[in-house]
């Protein structure tokens, strides 16, 4: 995530990120954080391990975001984009309350995971309680970015085996050697996933195309 990261971050709002997995990294580069869940009880963990120091909490409708059109530096929303239906509208979102970029990830339809429907099976029984997602073609978001004056610069496959697959192994020695393999070779770029993606606003008077 932080090779994504470029200019000064004063403001960030996380959407749906109630795990906080990014929480340490914009709070080391001294940035104030929002993250807004769907109920009061996505921000538990958070409160129980960061308090109020740098973070404010709220509550919402993620498709209807309580706040101004580019009130936050960096909008981010990880682990989300692929377990929501009207993924259009919340990528419209994220963009109006965006005042320069916006970060997402998503499972990509040219990974491992076009497999998903052989392989859902086997995920649910090595992680125990699992659901279905939706994957993405690159052109797609690209062009839903694009409809919302944005226009993606950077993107980042992250690991060529299934994230189960992780999950299950827990991160262990040979599963680290076996994807450092994959990404040297190419396939991680070409086929790995999920992928982070950037977005950055368009100069207002810009009339270029989606990518």
Not at 60 to 69: A, I, V, Y
Not at 138 to 165: T, W
Not at 191 to 200: E, I, K, Q, W
């Amino acid at each position: 995530m932080s090779d994504l990261l470029s200019d000064p971050i004063s403001t960030v709002l996380d959407v749906g990120g109630g795990h906080g997995q990014l929480t340490p990294l914009f709070r080391d580069r001294g940035s104030l954080i929002t993250n807004i869940g769907s109920d009061d009880s996505c921000h538990r963990r958070l409160r129980e391990t960061y308090g109020e120091d740098r973070i404010e909490y709220c509550s919402g409708d993620l498709l209807s975001l309580p706040f101004r059109d580019r009130q936050f530096d960096l909008v981010v929303a990880v682990r989300l984009i692929s377990h929501i239906t009207a993924w259009d509208r919340l990528v419209a979102e994220l963009c109006r309350v965006a005042a320069k970029s916006v970060i997402i990830d998503y499972p990509s339809v040219l990974a491992l995971n076009a497999l998903t429907p052989l392989m859902f099976k086997l995920k649910r029984r090595i992680e125990g309680n699992t659901r279905t997602y939706t994957s993405f073609h690159r052109h797609s978001l690209g062009n839903c970015f694009g409809e919302n004056g944005f226009e993606v610069k950077m993107a980042r496959s992250q690991f060529f085996l299934p994230m189960f697959v992780h999950r299950a192994l827990n991160g262990a020695r040979p599963l680290q050697i076996a994807e450092a393999g994959f990404k040297k070779i190419g396939l991680t770029h070409w086929l790995g996933s999920p992928v982070l993606l950037r977005a950055d606003r368009r100069d207002d008077n810009s009339a270029r195309p989606a990518s």
